[in-house]
């Protein structure tokens, strides 16, 4: 009887991975309707927050009570993190793959370790200066730099992509003060909310109103924001609650692999093999420094 609750949160949390995975699906569309990556990023950040908030104010209204200088924190993570880690992750999509985009995002977590190193002095192991190497030799596989450097991603795209990575690293930075005093909800609301402000006053997302009298923008918007982010939020953090952090990030890793088929699938991306050799190294790179963090909590 007890191996079934275990079994719910491994899928809940596999869930919530499989929805930010589905991400490319929703955004195409887009594309093809004229919007442009930052037009996107608003879409996402405002449908995003308007259910974010339905969602607290009719279950978790309690929750919304901050402190007013915690509001610096989330707005940090909602402009600097949140808003731009999309759009870098958004624009090598539109100018790559899917398939390359999600896979230098994932370089992620080997920020989130370097950062945390410079910030709240973690020890850096030599299980994570193997992840970093594990990520660095995968990234270069799949842009194209190895074998034998013959680059077929431009600068630029590379650039971005590594970019997005950083940025999303961003998020655990500034918010890691607030998460003793916050529940994750709290914390995704108000960051979101900032990233919602914040695009509403840089997108042309307003002269682009017309765009919404057809039928296939509001679905793609609508799916973006309830399955690839409210779901997949609230999905990975019920799951959390019941298991340690170190399996639920390993778990995470399902995202790159289940955006990498959809690109396959349904994008027409192609992968040559030692891009999918590349893409394998970035995975572990990630599962090695989520295993880390997890042994850590153990012996605590």
């Given at each position: 009887?007890?191996?079934?609750p275990?079994?719910?949160?491994?899928?809940?949390?596999?869930?919530g991975?499989?929805?930010?995975?589905?991400?490319?699906?929703?955004?195409?569309p887009?594309y093809?309707?004229?919007?442009?990556?930052?037009?996107?990023?608003a879409?996402?950040?405002?449908?995003?927050?308007?259910?974010?908030l339905?969602?607290?104010?009719?279950?978790?209204?309690?929750q919304?009570?901050?402190?007013?200088?915690?509001?610096?924190?989330?707005?940090?993570?909602?402009?600097?993190?949140?808003?731009?880690?999309n759009?870098?992750?958004?624009?090598?999509?539109?100018?790559?793959?899917?398939s390359?985009?999600?896979?230098?995002?994932?370089?992620?977590?080997?920020?989130?370790?370097?950062?945390?190193?410079i910030?709240f002095?973690?020890?850096?192991?030599?299980?994570?200066g193997?992840?970093?190497?594990?990520?660095?030799?995968?990234?270069a596989?799949?842009v194209?730099l190895?074998?034998?450097?013959?680059?077929?991603?431009?600068?630029?795209?590379?650039?971005?992509?590594i970019?997005?990575?950083?940025?999303?690293?961003?998020?655990?930075?500034?918010?890691?003060?607030?998460?003793?005093?916050?529940?994750?909800?709290?914390?995704?609301?108000?960051?979101f909310?900032?990233?919602?402000?914040?695009?509403?006053?840089?997108?042309?997302?307003?002269?682009?109103?017309?765009?919404?009298?057809?039928?296939?923008?509001?679905?793609?918007a609508?799916?973006?924001?309830?399955?690839?982010?409210?779901?997949?939020?609230?999905?990975?953090t019920?799951?959390?609650?019941?298991?340690?952090?170190?399996?639920?990030?390993?778990?995470?890793?399902i995202?790159p692999?289940?955006?990498?088929?959809?690109?396959?699938?349904?994008?027409?991306?192609q992968?040559?093999?030692?891009?999918?050799?590349?893409?394998?190294?970035?995975?572990?790179?990630a599962?090695?420094?989520?295993?880390?963090?997890?042994?850590?909590?153990?012996?605590?």
């Amino acid at each position: 009887m007890e191996t079934q609750p275990g079994l719910r949160v491994y899928l809940m949390t596999i869930a919530g991975a499989v929805c930010w995975g589905l991400i490319g699906l929703f955004i195409a569309p887009l594309y093809a309707r004229g919007f442009t990556a930052w037009d996107v990023v608003a879409i996402r950040g405002i449908f995003s927050f308007i259910f974010l908030l339905l969602v607290m104010v009719l279950f978790f209204r309690d929750q919304l009570r901050t402190r007013l200088k915690d509001h610096l924190f989330f707005a940090s993570a909602g402009i600097f993190s949140l808003a731009l880690f999309n759009y870098f992750y958004f624009e090598v999509f539109s100018q790559s793959s899917l398939s390359l985009a999600v896979t230098l995002l994932y370089t992620g977590p080997l920020f989130v370790t370097i950062l945390s190193r410079i910030f709240f002095k973690e020890p850096l192991t030599i299980r994570k200066g193997w992840a970093l190497a594990f990520a660095i030799t995968g990234c270069a596989f799949v842009v194209g730099l190895l074998p034998l450097g013959s680059q077929s991603i431009p600068g630029k795209t590379l650039f971005m992509g590594i970019l997005s990575g950083f940025c999303y690293a961003l998020y655990s930075i500034f918010t890691k003060p607030v998460t003793k005093r916050y529940s994750a909800l709290t914390i995704t609301t108000y960051t979101f909310f900032y990233t919602s402000i914040f695009m509403l006053l840089t997108s042309d997302i307003f002269g682009k109103v017309d765009k919404f009298q057809y039928a296939d923008v509001w679905i793609s918007a609508l799916l973006l924001a309830l399955v690839s982010t409210v779901a997949a939020y609230v999905l990975y953090t019920s799951g959390l609650k019941y298991l340690e952090a170190g399996k639920a990030s390993i778990l995470a890793t399902i995202e790159p692999i289940v955006a990498v088929l959809m690109g396959v699938l349904f994008l027409h991306d192609q992968l040559h093999g030692w891009q999918v050799l590349g893409i394998v190294l970035v995975l572990y790179s990630a599962i090695l420094v989520a295993g880390g963090r997890y042994r850590k909590l153990k012996r605590g």
